[in-house]
């Protein structure tokens, strides 16, 4: 069971003024496909470089949590320490309590909030998370600052994004990659940062962190589970709602076509040959600590 965390107990900030997150269309959408390709992920497959780096006892913060899947794994390591997931979007942070409810993690709470103005005072926090989080806004650095003033003397951030100049599916059709491209496109149009990931080191010495240890991994889909999944997280976002809505009033394509693209993407998924890969870039940073 969660409970939620009133925004009047940190009512000492207030948050510099900032075009909201709410602004930034999260152009995967919220569709059913979208929640069961998300809530796969875990902490052992996306926060493996975080992990190291915890102890039992410390309070976390986990800025753009989505359906919860990785912050009540985080939650298992830091506890009995203080955790919150926060997400703009009202469903995820109820996915998220159904899950931690469903998991009986009880020391979590979930709370829509903004991560251009995080409703906490400075010092909260010994370590704040984010995975897949800075890759949606249109100012990473602003957002990393944030996390700065939250984060307690000795706190340490751990962040994850995907660097797309460098996904790739496999064998290359036209219908396919048209639709990653589109997918970029759109992204960007709604305020994301597709190629920010390979700047994280600079962006949070910036932000004021002062060590910070990069690394990168890869994550491919070459089952046919995986790449079947992949389809449908693919087609999903090219039949939200907001996405065409994009697409169309941008000119690049129109809805049939995008149906078109749907069904080739869904045979690529069905290939015994079928290949996905993308690079991720993490990092971890730490305030007021050299080594």
């Given amino acids: 069971m969660t409970g939620d965390r009133s925004n ?52 976390l913060l986990d800025a753009g949590c989505g359906p919860g899947s990785i912050t009540l794994d985080l939650a298992e390591v830091v506890s009995p ?24 993690v009880s020391h979590t709470q979930f709370l829509v909030g903004d991560v251009y103005q995080l409703p906490f005072a400075d010092a909260s926090f010994d370590a704040v998370f ?5 890759y949606h806004v249109r100012d990473p650095l602003c957002v990393l600052r944030e996390f700065h003033r939250v984060l307690k003397p000795g706190g340490l951030a751990g962040i994850r994004d995907t660097d797309y100049s460098l996904w790739f599916f496999e064998p290359v059709l036209s219908g396919v990659e048209e639709a990653r491209r589109l997918a970029l496109l759109v992204a960007a149009s ?41 389809a449908r997280a693919l087609m999903a976002r090219l039949r939200s709602p907001s996405f065409q ?47």
């Fill in 8 to 59: 009047s107990q940190d009512s000492s900030y207030s948050g510099d003024q900032h075009s909201s997150l709410a602004k930034e269309r999260y152009d995967p959408g919220y569709s059913e496909d979208v929640h069961q390709w998300m809530v796969q992920r875990r902490a052992a497959s996306h926060a493996s470089f975080f992990l190291p780096h915890l102890q039992a006892g410390m309070s």
């Fill in 81 to 104: 320490g203080r955790v919150v997931g926060i997400d703009i979007e009202p469903l995820q942070i109820e996915r998220a309590k159904a899950l931690a409810a469903e998991r009986k």
């Fill in 130 to 134: 984010a995975h897949a989080t800075l």
């Fill in 190 to 230: 709604n305020g994301a940062s597709p190629t920010y990931a390979r700047q994280q080191r600079h962006l949070l010495l910036e932000a004021g962190f002062t060590r910070v240890e990069a690394s990168a991994s890869c994550v491919s889909n070459g089952t046919l589970e995986r790449t079947r999944a992949s």
């Fill in 245 to 291: 809505e994009t697409v169309v009033q941008q000119g690049w394509s129109d809805a049939a076509t995008l149906e078109t693209l749907c069904a080739e993407i869904q045979a690529w998924g069905e290939r015994p040959d079928a290949f996905e890969g993308l690079v991720w870039r993490e990092a971890v940073a730490w305030v007021g600590t050299t080594r």
